[in-house]
């Protein structure tokens, strides 16, 4: 049975920083792309970054150069570290591997 679990969510104040992790069980990361999304109320769901199983990361436009996207294969767990946060990064924050999808969880940055 596959299993994410995201964490590391929480409220910061603009300008602060956070650092999202996903770990897994029941699939190895290691041989498959990772990706963080995001969900606004009422906005579609948006890749945020991605890293593939050889550990390349990409980004979207609106977080390059703040969020890092990073994988640890013995812990089985890929981190999504955010810096320099504005509010309209406020959403729930998903990973998603090989169709399998976290249950989210919530970053809220204040202004």
């Known amino acids: 049975q596959v299993q994410l679990v995201e964490s590391g969510g929480g409220l910061v104040q603009a300008g602060g920083s956070l650092r999202l992790s996903c770990a897994a069980s029941g699939i190895i990361f290691s041989i498959n792309a990772v990706g963080w999304y995001r969900q606004a109320p009422g906005k579609q769901r948006e890749l945020v970054a991605a890293?593939?199983?050889?550990?390349?990361?990409n980004y979207a436009y609106s977080v390059k150069g703040r969020f890092t996207i990073s994988r640890d294969n013995a812990k089985n767990t890929v981190y999504l570290q955010m810096n320099s946060l504005k509010p309209e990064d406020t959403a729930v924050y998903y990973c998603?591997?090989?169709?399998?999808w976290g249950q989210g969880t919530q970053v809220t940055v204040s202004s």
């Open positions: 998603e591997a090989n169709h399998f």
């Open positions: 890293i593939t199983s050889g550990g390349t990361p």
